[in-house]
């Protein structure tokens, strides 16, 4: 299987950094290939831009997001490792969305609605937050989540969203909570690895 981690956080030292540093030793360890676009280590432009409209309606575009779009194109699972910021994902993560999910990419508009052109695609998103998943799912926000990112962005692609992964309270959490949340990523990579 090719595997394409799809990765947004500036800090280096970050939980979110160990996750991807599992996430990438588990796939390769069970024979896949993988590749890894780390978006800020990258300098990924995540500004939505005038020219960015051009060149779509003159059926192209950028260079930057062509490199982006040949990556997920060659890819069978996308794994998005962000954290969640005010209540979504964080703007670089947010930009590489609204720029590479391209119409005539994507998806597109037919006379029945429109249609995801990444079918046969699979995704695994893992996100961290800084409350407990138990506030988020109180007041809703799971669900939230799960119906933008799952359904609103991905569903609305044509790709299946095999896993999601909420690690909570991740600022104050202690040393075995982490390793149970990495215990828990490498779980579910097994069970996709299987599936």
Same mark, same amino acid.
């Given at each position: 299987m090719k595997v394409l981690v799809i990765y947004s956080h500036q800090?280096?030292?970050s939980f979110s950094n160990e996750i991807l540093n599992v996430v990438v030793s588990e796939f390769k360890e069970k024979g896949?290939?993988?590749?890894?676009? @780390?978006?800020?280590?990258?300098?990924?432009?995540?500004v939505l831009k005038g020219a960015d409209f051009e060149k779509l309606f003159a059926g192209t575009v950028s260079?930057?997001?062509?490199?982006?779009? @040949?990556?997920?194109?060659?890819a069978d699972l996308l794994v998005f490792i962000h954290p969640i910021w005010w209540a979504s994902m964080g703007a670089v993560m947010k930009g590489y969305i609204d720029r590479v999910f #391209?119409?005539?990419?994507?998806y597109k508009y037919t006379a029945q609605g429109p249609e995801g052109l990444l079918k046969g695609k699979k995704a695994f998103l893992i996100n961290n937050m800084g409350s407990?998943? $138990?506030?988020?799912?109180?007041?809703?926000?799971?669900n939230?989540?799960?119906?933008?990112? @799952?359904?609103?962005?991905?569903?609305?692609?044509?790709? @299946?969203?095999? $896993?999601?992964?909420?690690?909570?309270?991740?600022? #104050?959490a202690s040393e075995e909570q982490k390793k149970q949340y990495l215990e828990a990523i490498k779980t579910s990579i097994s069970r996709? #690895?299987?599936?």
């Amino acid at each position: 299987m090719k595997v394409l981690v799809i990765y947004s956080h500036q800090n280096p030292k970050s939980f979110s950094n160990e996750i991807l540093n599992v996430v990438v030793s588990e796939f390769k360890e069970k024979g896949h290939e993988v590749n890894v676009r @780390d978006l800020y280590a990258i300098g990924f432009d995540p500004v939505l831009k005038g020219a960015d409209f051009e060149k779509l309606f003159a059926g192209t575009v950028s260079d930057d997001v062509k490199i982006e779009q @040949d990556y997920i194109r060659n890819a069978d699972l996308l794994v998005f490792i962000h954290p969640i910021w005010w209540a979504s994902m964080g703007a670089v993560m947010k930009g590489y969305i609204d720029r590479v999910f #391209s119409m005539g990419f994507a998806y597109k508009y037919t006379a029945q609605g429109p249609e995801g052109l990444l079918k046969g695609k699979k995704a695994f998103l893992i996100n961290n937050m800084g409350s407990p998943v $138990e506030f988020y799912e109180k007041i809703g926000m799971i669900n939230a989540f799960k119906l933008t990112l @799952d359904q609103g962005i991905f569903g609305f692609c044509g790709i @299946d969203v095999v $896993e999601h992964i909420f690690n909570g309270g991740v600022p #104050s959490a202690s040393e075995e909570q982490k390793k149970q949340y990495l215990e828990a990523i490498k779980t579910s990579i097994s069970r996709i #690895s299987n599936g």
